[in-house]
């Protein structure tokens, strides 16, 4: 009896180990979910639907629910998804219920910033034949919170402003403005057919672009077709269009460049984002509709002045009207900058040098701040933002004077406005006082252990010369012996520290000046045509500009600024002690004097009303042999001497072939001189 008794309890127990260990194997709730949230957070919609219960089944088809998902996904630009749910500490048994409940959460970023939202939802049991599955109860809510099934989910950007550009007196030099946009309406044009090849070449286009225009696929008989954007500033095309039936002019928002082709190699300017910028700035809130800058300024600055979109996303109904907004994200506009340059004196170089292929730069000289940065010819840059034609960009590339190119940022031979330099080494290293005298004969001289034809000319033939009467009167021979006794070593040193082989310390990318080509002197030749401009020596502009600042700083070369800020400290030095201040003031008595006194080169020509000016001219002489004629660059690099405060550096191009009395720099001092004249009245 007592075993019997025993044999039945062991068989109730192993029956009840049996009966646990199926219901621990049997599917649970929590498990279907779980894999429903790693799906969901895949984005594998056609397995999520899988999991659906068949009343969900019934509201939505597949297609109609991964679409939906992969739609609005797409929309707002979902990614980081993260979904997570609350998982039960104590598993109720499946066996004795039909639903389980959880909550759930859902994380990501979107195109109008961080969403996240909870939400529950119930999981049901499916019965079939003998065993059963869990499937999800699923409705447009888990999509978005407060999603119902006939709405909508609309993305709205919301634009943010590039920042503008203005120099130090709050002219506008790159700003948000309007253009007019020149179109067409087919209606209108009936009966005046012969209105669009009068608008065509009013606009610079051909009969053909407008044809195109007209033939889209969308255009119906009342559509404004656009044609070109103007700048508003075309007041005779605008005006002439105007005239013409059928034609509508509209404003539309555009990059607008006030100071037009004056400032287009130093404002630059911006176009459409290409796949190249998109991949470059990715997650930098570009999109295919983006401007960004292409040159100059545009581009230098284009982390500062691109804005950041914003965004909203709203529940609309079926009509497209907003229900509510679930997340939004403010635009941020980019930031404005004040330049210290002054757009009278940009307009003013680049006037005079009248389209002659050149460039400027001009500084306050105590400050650093930089005034103008010039090259011509140039380019109207509104034209690339409104949508420059082929074949108005293809005379700009062929043309010879090539005005695309920004010859402000290249590096030229400086001709005489060397000396300077080459007169503060050799005070420096005290190879020559400012009263030293050489006694030279004749206008050529050569060291008797030079081989060969190789010899320095002079213009002038004074027998007796001090610093002050070489640099009055430019005497090559002069700087070429001065140089010779420095030696190459102490001579490259003091270039050195003038900055040759150096960036300049400037947000705008200038080539670097250069002492040689290897930036050594090897031979008594190349010293020597170094000393007075030639050689192999090469000077940026602005460069030069600064250098010569050194002269009115007591022996510091100022440093270059381009932004205005708010900070009043003193100027800083870009190099200091260059030359003692002693000799810095030498070197300017004797600048003054080379355009004061009749046997300066820098004399003629005299303009009545220039402020008294001290500084020095230079012609680069590009010769494939000595003794031939070539190419001659003209240069004059000026300051006004009471109360320096505006240091012009300007070179011409083949001032050889210029049709004017006024030859060599001679020509390029006329400009330079009207020049001060007309900003320092």
């Known amino acids: 009896m007592f075993l019997k008794r025993l044999c039945l309890v062991s068989i109730l127990a192993i029956i009840a180990i049996a009966l646990s260990a199926c219901s621990d194997n049997d599917p649970k709730p929590s498990d279907a979910f779980s894999t429903f949230t790693k799906e969901w957070n895949k984005q594998d919609f056609k397995k999520m639907y899988a999991q659906l219960s068949d009343t969900s089944k019934k509201a939505i088809t597949e297609k109609k629910f991964t679409q939906r998902y992969k739609d609005i996904y797409d929309g707002i630009e979902a990614k980081n998804l993260k979904v997570t749910f609350d998982k039960p500490e104590k598993e109720k048994d499946p066996d004795d219920i039909s639903s389980e409940t959880f909550k759930y959460h859902v994380k990501m970023n979107t195109v109008a910033g961080p969403l996240s939202y909870s939400g529950k939802t119930s999981v049901v049991k499916k019965k079939k034949d003998d065993s059963y599955t869990w499937t999800v109860d699923w409705d447009p809510t888990m999509i978005l919170k407060d999603l119902q099934m006939d709405q909508l989910v609309s993305v709205t950007t919301l634009e943010s402003k590039r920042g503008e550009i203005v120099d130090r007196n709050e002219q506008g030099l790159a700003i948000n403005g309007v253009a007019d946009e020149i ?45 070109k954007t103007v700048p508003q500033s075309e007041t005779k095309i605008i005006d002439e269009a105007n005239q013409l039936t059928g034609v509508v002019i509209k404003e539309t928002p555009a990059r607008v460049y006030p100071c037009g082709m004056a400032c287009s190699h130093l404002t630059g300017y911006v176009g459409s984002v290409t796949k190249e910028d998109l991949d ?131 590096t030229y031979a400086p001709g005489s406005t060397q000396k300077p330099i080459s007169a503060a080494i050799a005070l ?215 109360n320096p405060r505006l240091l012009i550096s300007m070179m011409i191009e083949n001032v050889q072939d210029k049709k004017s009395n006024l030859k060599g720099s001679h020509y390029v001092v006329d400009k330079v001189k009207r020049s001060f004249r007309e900003l320092l009245k």
């Open 428 to 642: 420096k290293n005290k190879v020559i006082t400012p009263k030293t005298t050489l006694k030279i004969n004749g206008l050529t001289w050569k060291d008797p252990s030079w081989k060969g034809d190789f010899h320095i000319t002079r213009e002038d033939s004074l027998p007796s010369v001090d610093l002050e009467k070489a640099l009055v009167v430019s005497d090559n021979i002069y700087f070429a012996q001065v140089a010779l006794k420095t030696g190459a070593d102490k001579f490259v040193d003091g270039m050195k520290a003038f900055g040759f082989g150096e960036k300049l310390p400037f947000p705008y990318a200038m080539e670097a000046s250069q002492v040689s080509n290897n930036g050594k002197i090897d031979s008594e030749g190349l010293l020597a045509n170094t000393a007075y401009g030639q050689g192999e020596v090469l000077t940026n502009p602005l460069h030069l500009a600064l250098v010569y600042s050194a002269f009115v700083n007591d022996g510091n070369i100022i440093k270059p600024q381009l932004l205005v800020t708010d900070d009043d400290s003193k100027p800083s030095y870009m190099k200091k002690n260059v030359v003692s201040a002693s000799d810095a003031k030498e070197i300017s008595k004797a600048l003054s004097e080379g355009v004061e006194t009749p046997s300066g080169t820098a004399y003629q020509p005299q303009i009545e009303g220039t402020p008294a000016l001290a500084g020095k001219t230079g012609t680069a002489e590009h010769k494939e042999k000595q003794g031939t004629q070539g190419k001659d660059d003209g240069w004059f690099v000026a300051y006004n001497t009471d």
């Open 183 to 227: 179109g067409l309406f087919p209606q209108q044009l009936e009966g005046h057919e012969e209105n669009k090849t009068k608008l065509a070449k009013l606009l610079g286009v051909s009969d053909d672009d407008i044809n195109d225009a007209l033939s889209a696929s969308w255009v119906t008989p009342d559509s404004f077709v656009p044609i």
């Open 280 to 410: 470059k700035y990715k997650d930098k809130g570009y999109t295919e509709s983006s401007e960004i800058g292409k040159t100059g300024l545009e581009l230098i600055y284009e982390d500062q002045l691109h804005g950041q979109d914003g965004a909203e996303i709203t529940i609309t109904d079926s009509d497209h009207q907003p229900i509510k907004t679930i997340a939004k994200k403010d635009p941020v506009d980019g930031k404005d900058l004040k330049l210290t340059i002054d757009t009278k004196v940009q307009k003013t170089l680049y006037n005079h040098m009248d389209g002659d292929s050149g460039a400027a730069s001009a500084i306050n000289p105590k400050t650093g701040e930089v005034l103008a940065l010039v090259s011509t010819p140039a380019f109207d840059p509104n034209q690339f933002v409104l949508g420059i034609s082929n074949s108005d960009y293809q005379k700009l590339l062929k043309d010879p004077e090539k005005p695309l190119l920004n010859r402000f940022t290249q």
